[in-house]
């Protein structure tokens, strides 16, 4: 899964969305690539690990 992958499925209309994600830096990675949404088991936790690593572009 990279960059290259992800706008692909944009150019050609498709959405990206991942489920079960639980882990922080799997989550930031997603993220980064653009991601449409993030199905966890811990919300509270996802989000504060996004929110306290924001990406800078």
Do not use: C
């Not at 830096?25 to 966890?40: A, M, P, Q, W």
Request: net charge positive; aromatic share 10%; no cysteine.
């Amino acid at each position: 899964m990279n960059q290259e992958f992800v706008d692909r499925l944009r150019r050609q209309s498709y959405k990206f969305h991942v489920w079960t994600i639980d882990d922080g830096d799997l989550s930031r990675r997603f993220r980064d690539l653009g991601v449409g949404s993030i199905t966890t088991n811990r919300p509270a936790f996802i989000r504060k690990e996004l929110q306290q690593h924001i990406a800078i572009a």
